[in-house]
């Protein structure tokens, strides 16, 4: 079973309209592993707060963790429409704030043979997506589509020089054709590129489709998950995820 470890709020930085960085600190984090890409932790909610019999469980991306300074960095979106039990804590969270984590898990690795990356995901996987752009060889090129509440959100990340941004802008009719578009204009390489995505579950089946159908990406080139569901909780899509990877894999 993972460790789990109490942590409390030392920094909130608020990067852009949408975004906030939360740095959590506490001596628990001595000896928190160091993963490849950063990993992901869960926040761990119950109904009294620092429950070890805690019920729910939300995941979260590394986007720093620092053992010097015992620094682990999550990079929050703002849900302010979502009741989510970790949408509400973000939302109200300050400094000294406690709570216990679980992890870290890793990120899956990407294949380094093709040196031509696609990534793709919604304002969840920002924060995966920036540590993987930040720790690729600086030869590498490639794509990274993004897709953000709003123009604000707008914002600069560490990449090798040869990698493009495209921002996709939420909307609440076709977000699936938004990220189409930007995908079938962009110049596609001789060889398969090494496809990395994340975003709503619905939308990550389309994509999915997509890349298989329309543009022939291998599978085995293509790592692609959901990181949440519309209209369920995470104990909710966690279910329906599993059965869809289960089916996937078959
Ligand atoms: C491996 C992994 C890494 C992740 N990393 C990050 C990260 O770094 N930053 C980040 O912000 N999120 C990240 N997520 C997504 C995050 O875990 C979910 O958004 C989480 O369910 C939110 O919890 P909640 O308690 O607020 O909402 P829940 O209780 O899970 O859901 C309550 C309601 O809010 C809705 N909801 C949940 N998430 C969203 C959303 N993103 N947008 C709109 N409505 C939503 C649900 O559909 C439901 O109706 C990650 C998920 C995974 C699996």
Redesign the pocket.
Known sequence: MKKIREVKVSKITKLSANFKIVTFTGDDLNDFPTLKNGG?IKLLFSEKPLDLNYQFV????IKNFSREKLELE????N?Q???????KWSQKIKINDKILISGPGSNKSLSLLSKWYLFIGD??AL??ISVYLKNLDEKSRGLAIIEIKSKKDKIELEKPVNFEIKWVLSSKVNNFSQYKNKLQNITWLSHQPSVWAACEFELMKKLRNFLIKDKKILKENIYISS????????EEHKIIKKKDFQKWES
């Open positions: 992901y939300r995941p979260f991306t999550i990079l929050f979106t849900l429409s979502s009741s989510g039990l970790a949408s304002f969840t924060a995966a990181y949440w569901k519309k209209g369920l909780d995470q």
